[in-house]
């Protein structure tokens, strides 16, 4: 594996202004990590994964209630996910390209954080209209998903613990999918039904693409209660050009467990490692 660490400096340079703005309140500044696996012929296109690793969520000036917020330590495991599924790829030495990208940033209050209210710029170019601070995951992944298609991707999939919706509506029992591709969405499917790693695929209906546009930026942070998982991905989604197959794995309610069960440990459950794996390993044979 190839592993590349950009910290603020670079990304300043470059024009991650979504992930800056997210990590501005911390002591600790944002990071953004590259993972590269060469395991395919050369100019083959990569297979992107793409992870949500918030160290820790607050929810910044947005603050979120006292009770259970030691739990927001779990707020990484889209980006952990991302780094078992490469370092599963390199052990099974995968005849396929992979890249993992991680946006890695904590989300602090402070005198120096961002604030609902602001328009952030970001990597392509476009604003995102902040309304709430805790829903910052999509914000770090807008710049992440930006920079993935540079990489000309066969696909991209991105696993985040992005609502609290996606709990509610589907508990810890599976995580939503939610795709631009029916193909890809099939593939991630029977990988799913094989790994025991469930996934459940919810709609993303220009209705909903339409809840998150701004009337002073190009996308508002949030959309409110109603469809909020999907309306989630619709921001993400907002960022990817329509010929590149994508797709969001919302891992909130999988992330990690409350008690011990035959098929996960309780805390962290690693959730996606094996079904990305799996998705690689067929992904490898066509």
Not at 27 to 37: C, E, G, K, S, T
Not at 196 to 207: D, F
Request: aromatic share 6%; proline share 5%.
């Amino acid at each position: 594996l190839r592993c590349e660490i950009w910290d603020e400096r670079r990304l300043r340079r470059d024009g991650f202004g979504a992930i800056l703005a997210v990590g501005a309140g911390s002591a600790n500044p944002p990071r953004f990590i590259r993972l590269d696996h060469r395991g395919g012929r050369r100019g083959d296109p990569p297979a992107v994964i793409v992870g949500k690793a918030i160290t820790f969520d607050t929810g910044g000036l947005s603050l979120k209630p006292g009770d259970r917020m030691d739990e927001m330590k779990f707020d990484k495991c889209g980006g952990i996910a991302a780094l078992g599924v490469m370092d599963a790829v390199a052990a099974l030495r995968l005849p396929i390209n992979v890249t993992a990208l991680i946006a890695s940033a904590e989300n602090m209050p402070s005198a120096t954080a961002y604030r609902p209210g602001d328009l952030i710029p970001t990597l392509s170019g476009r604003h995102i209209e902040v309304l709430n601070t805790d829903a910052e995951g999509r914000i770090v992944l807008a710049d992440a998903v930006t920079y993935a298609q540079r990489l000309a991707p066969r696909a991209i999939v991105d696993l985040a613990t992005l609502t609290g919706a996606c709990l509610i509506s589907l508990a810890h029992e599976a995580a939503a999918l939610l795709a631009n591709n029916d193909r890809l969405a099939d593939q991630l499917l029977a990988s799913a039904e094989k790994t025991g790693q469930r996934l459940w695929r919810l709609p993303i209906w220009p209705e909903f693409q339409e809840m998150v546009k701004s009337d002073i930026a190009y996308v508002k942070n949030i959309a409110g209660r109603e469809g909020a998982t999907i309306t989630g991905a619709c921001f993400i989604g907002a960022f990817i050009k329509e010929n590149i197959p994508w797709a969001h794995l919302d891992i909130a309610g999988m992330a990690w467990s409350s008690k011990e069960e035959p098929h996960r440990p309780k805390g962290a459950t690693a959730f996606g490692v094996r079904l990305l794996t799996d998705w690689l390993q067929t992904l490898a044979k066509t």
